[in-house]
């Protein structure tokens, strides 16, 4: 698989990332031999086999259905890297 | 003065020969040197004062666990309330979380006293413990050389003897991995036997937190503690915790543990080959019957995992946008700044590198060919291991085809890297558990380790295996110099 310029553009665009010089050179080289290795699975007849994206079958655990207090406001921000008040504050969106 | 397994160190806290603070002082003290960086964060104030509550309860006459008075350290990937929780990123560097995972308020509740969080790879990617951003574990055998990963801190602080016992995760043998590496014990649980409520997660439907300690005795009472139910954890569908009582056969008379041969064929160092086939013989001699047979898929678990680790990835770590908590990029002006240049200053190049591969496979166009093609191929795998285990109790196999390699060997080759989790990955794309034991050394003096996999849920045989292992051998008692209890 040909990992180029453009496809390393979109990859980052995907992934929220803004990539360095250094960082495109090594990851494009990587990209290329990881994925040549991944379609190794291509080899493998899958036709009507079903896709399993967990370990079992039974994979939900319920619990009653109840109203419980929240977490708290005050907790929820405490990490917030910057916030007013009782909210996170965000560069503005709009215009 | 405690050289001492963690079952023993509480046995002699809870008859009073031993006092909560003096063990948990007298590892403090040890894990103050932090020679091999196993520790990023040692809680020494917090540690005295829960040791003086457990304590109070102890002289109280509450009945505790086996494990009441032990000092134990966790994965700084296990979120702890008021205490600094990194997962080894810059992204995570100052994050304090408000609340405690599940398995640290059962921790707390059985009266184990947790002591400081351990070093790892950044967010659990990577076999070495060298992608964390705040330095690599050094392995206590051989300080030139890397403790394996991903929780290469935990295994390194109980073979360095900075703690008694410890917590870690597997998500495709960052467990057993760095286990065999150091030389110490290891299980990674059966998924959804031990709940992963505040553990940062990696691959949710890969990862499970399991103990590391110095004997299958310990690491089984750790995980009594820890495993059962919680509801806060909806994959979590055990019904009850691990319950190994008392009534382990001594002799494994009628159990038949299978032994993949083309595990050990080529790629596989011969002093490993050795190790690995002697313990087979050790377990033949305890009564078990082994019988070879081919592993099949063998040439597809590699790339099936890390298509499937690296897909769950890139979602989960969708979630570290600057805003709400996490490292946020002081020179963003815009909303999509912030999202952006948090993202590429905050998090380290393997990081980078999986969530671009996740990116990749789940993108349109690539989708069918890897993501729907690798989790048909879990399929697969999962389908054998059940076949499998219509035949034998247990299979036995290498961790890894080598010992411990030098610090920065393999950085610059990922492939190599990750080829080194051939033996282990289709055990959690299955979901099984397995434990990791030590059982010799190579020429340069470096641990070798073998792996016990089970069906789902059959801890207790495999501990049975494990114990009888164990009991005839000494492997695990080795401690590296200055690596001995404190």
Known sequence: ?95 | MLNMSALKLSDAVRAKKLGVAEAVRAYLDKAAGNGHNAFLTVDGERALARAGAVQARLDAGELLSPLAGVPIALKDNITTAGVRTTCASKMLGGYVPVYNATVVEKLERAGLVVMGKLNMDEFAMGGSSETGAFGPVRNPWDVSRVAGGSSGGSAAAVAGGEIPIALGSDTGGSIRQPCSFCGVTGIKPTYGSVSRYGLIAYASSLDQIGPVGQSVEDCAALLSVISGPDEKDSTCVTGKAFDFGRDIPEKLDGFVIGLPRNYFGGGIDGAVRQAVLAAAEELEDAGGRVEEFEMPLMDYVIPAYYIIACAEASSNLSRYDGLKYGYRSASANTLSEVYRLSRSEGFGLEVKRRIMLGSFVLSSGYYDAYYKKALQTRALIKDAYDGLFKRFDMILSPVAPTTAYRLNENVDDPMKMYMGDIYTVSVNLAGLPAVSLPCGFDGKGLPVGFQLIGEAFSEKKLAAAAMAYQRRTDWHTKRPAGGEAV
């Open chain 1, 1 to 95: 698989m040909q990992i180029d310029g453009s496809l390393i553009a979109y990859l980052e665009d995907l992934s929220c990332l803004t990539l360095s010089e250094d960082e495109k050179n090594r990851l494009t080289g990587d990209l290329e031999e990881i994925l040549g290795g991944m379609a190794r699975l291509g080899e493998l007849d899958t036709g009507n086999v079903p896709e399993r994206s967990h370990p079992f079958d039974d994979v939900n655990a319920f619990r009653e259905d109840e109203t419980l207090p929240p977490f708290d406001r005050e907790l929820i921000l405490k990490n917030a890297p910057n916030r007013r008040g009782d909210v996170f504050v965000a560069p503005k969106t709009v215009e």
